[in-house]
């Protein structure tokens, strides 16, 4: 909706000109009951039926029945538009500041709460808001456990706070309010994602801690797994695993000494040659199980050897200029987000969406 201020002669002068509107774009409004805006969509995008009071533009969909935007309702549309779900779990890589008690999403507000783009790590979209919103092929629903600062299991690696939602609370706030698949998110095997970014910070707090680092990467993943197998036990079969980025090459990593840095980036290396042997592991012992693997660590690494070519100023520099790949001296920027969510379109593209 746009909001204008007129002066009362300028108001005199439009009144008497036809209204023009241009095409909603895609996941924009385009009927409904008292609906006064666009009801054609962007090439690509289809006006779809919701309900009576909404019609969206949906990438991909066949128009269905649009309601008349000046009646009240008097028959069923012949077609509803079908949702894919996803319910992502992570840290603040992947946190928007969903609550599970809150607004839930449903088209038209497809993350639920808070409002769009939500609360991340650097104030702008992050990958999650741009693969629901933009890198995929249907409605995506989006339940975004993810919390800042969560590691997978507070017993093991302490957060920087005791209020931070581990990957295990995360699981088990999924397991309480949706395994059961309720009236208002009714997922199914088949059109659900379940996603996993974590370990940022089971490293970032723990690489430099005596003892032998690669037994205890076993000791995180063993744990990560199990929640993976409470998530498989309720239905899911859809995974899309995120090994641990570069943050070695974080800026507030390149602040300390090299021989912190060379270690943290070891940990990382066998952390995630770990997670891959799990994956396929997981794949290959659970029947009707897809897994994809988003390789954010390559992803990283070619885009910080290169940054230029991706339009970016340097590989070190950070704020909220939009040429800057990290967005403070630990996350990375939406513009780096906007990279992640395009990949992470592709990895699934013509797979789950």
């Known amino acids: 909706m746009v909001n204008s201020f007129f002066l009362a002669p300028i108001v005199a002068v439009l009144s008497v000109i036809p209204t023009v509107f241009a095409q909603s774009p895609v996941w924009g409004q385009c009927g409904g009951i008292g609906w006064t805006g666009p009801t054609t969509c962007v ?23 649009v309601v008349p935007t000046t009646t009240t309702p008097t028959s069923t549309p012949t077609s509803t538009v079908k949702a894919n779900y996803w319910f992502s779990f992570g840290d603040s890589y992947t946190q928007t500041g969903f609550n599970s008690t809150g607004i839930l999403p449903a088209p038209g507000n497809p993350l ?10 650097t104030g702008g ?12 092929r249907s409605m995506v629903l989006t339940y975004n456990f993810a919390y800042g600062g969560a590691t997978i299991d507070a017993n093991l690696v302490q957060p920087y706070q005791p209020t931070v939602l581990s990957l295990t609370d995360q699981v088990n706030i999924f397991l309480n309010g949706f395994s059961n698949k309720p009236a208002s998110t009714p997922w199914t095997s088949s059109n659900a994602l379940f996603s996993v970014w974590i370990g940022i910070n089971d490293i970032g707090n723990s690489f430099y801690l005596s003892g032998d680092r690669d037994a205890f990467s076993d000791t995180l993943l063993n744990a990560y797994f199990a929640l993976v197998q409470k998530l498989y036990n309720v239905g ?20 300390q000494p090299a021989s912190s840095q060379s270690l943290e980036k070891s940990v990382i290396a066998g952390f995630n040659s770990k997670l891959q042997t799990r994956i396929t592991s997981f794949k290959s012992s659970h029947s009707g199980v897809q897994t994809w693997l988003w390789d954010s660590n390559a992803s990283f690494t070619t885009i910080l050897n290169s940054p230029t070519t991706y339009g970016f100023r340097d590989a070190t520099s950070y704020g909220s200029s939009p040429d800057l790949f990290w967005g403070n001296d630990y996350h990375p920027s939406s513009t780096a987000h906007k990279i992640f969510g395009q990949q992470v379109g592709t990895l699934l593209g013509g797979t789950v969406w």
Do not use: H
């Not at 090439?43 to 990438?59: E, F, H, K, L, R």
């Open 112 to 121: 639920g709460n808070p409002p769009y783009p939500g609360w991340t790590a």
């Open 236 to 255: 899911g079969r859809n995974f899309l695993f995120v090994n641990v980025p570069p943050i070695d090459r974080s800026p507030l990593m390149l602040a």
């Open 43 to 65: 090439s690509g995008t289809a006006c779809t039926y919701v309900n009576d009071w909404y019609s969206q533009c949906i990438p991909g969909a066949t128009s269905t029945t």
């Open 125 to 136: 979209e992050n990958w999650v808001d741009y693969v629901t919103t933009k890198n995929n």
